[in-house]
C-alpha cells in the first residue's frame, strides 16, 4: 500500500504544518457535506469547522505526529482512513497533549478532501 | 445523529465484550475484503485478522472505552466511522495501556461488518 502511505503522509503533513501555522487557511480541505467531531462537539460544513478550530482557545500550537497508518476505505472509490497519534505541544507548554484523530478523505478532481474528522485528546 | 451514535454504541460495546471474553469469536464481523493495522501490522481478511488476534501475547485482557465517536461515512451508503479512545488492561497489570481505534462499518442485510480497522497503543 506503498501509495496510500504515501497520500496519507503527505496529507498528514500538509495538514498540521497549515494547522500549526495559520489554521484559518485549514478551509480548503473541507467541504459543505463534511463532518467534524471535536473532543465529542459535532460541527458540519466547511465554513463552521473552521470557525470551531479558529477559536480553539491556544495562540500556539505544535501537532508532533507519532503514529500515522492508512487504508482504502472502499472498494470502488480510491477514498482513504488515515488514523493519525501524536503530541499536541499549546502555546510552549512543558506538559504535551497526547491526541488521536481520524481523517476519511474523499478524491476530488486529483486531490482529496476530508469528508470525516474526530478528534480527541487521551487523558492518562 | 442519535441512530449512528446507538448503531455505533452496540457495535463497540460487543466488540469488546467479546474480544476480551474469547477474541476468536470476533471473524463474524469482519469479511474477505477487511482490512486491519494492528500496531503498523497490515493484515488482510477475516482468517488471517481473528489468527492475528488470536495469537496477541496475552491471556486476560479487558477493554474500558473512554470515548467513543461516530459519524456517517458517506453520502449515499449507511456506512459508519467509529473512533474508540480507552484503556487496555493486559493480564491483570497494575498499568493500563491507552489504545485508540478505528473501525470503518459497512452495512450489509440490516447488519454491519468491519470493513478498516485500524489499531494503536498510545505511548507517553
Known amino acids: 500500500m506503498a501509495d496510500i502511505d504515501a497520500v496519507a503522509g503527505q496529507f498528514v503533513d500538509f495538514y ?7 489554521r484559518k487557511n485549514l478551509g480548503s480541505l473541507y467541504r459543505d ?37 492508512a487504508q482504502p476505505s472502499s472498494g470502488s ?4 482512513l488515515v488514523s493519525v497519534t501524536g503530541l499536541l505541544v499549546v502555546d510552549d507548554s512543558p506538559n504535551p497533549l497526547q491526541f488521536s484523530q481520524v481523517f476519511h478523505l474523499l478524491p476530488e478532481g486529483g486531490s482529496y478532501y476530508v469528508f470525516n ?5 487521551n487523558y492518562a
Chains 1, 2 share one sequence.
Open 16 to 22: 498540521y504544518q497549515t494547522f500549526d501555522s495559520d
Open 33 to 69: 457535506a463534511s463532518m467534524l467531531t471535536f473532543e465529542g462537539a459535532q460541527i458540519a460544513g466547511s465554513a463552521a469547522i473552521v470557525e470551531k478550530l479558529v477559536s480553539l482557545p491556544f495562540q500556539k500550537v505544535q501537532h508532533k505526529v507519532t503514529t500515522k497508518d
Open 77 to 80: 472509490v480510491a477514498s482513504l
Open 117 to 121: 474528522d474526530i478528534f480527541r485528546l
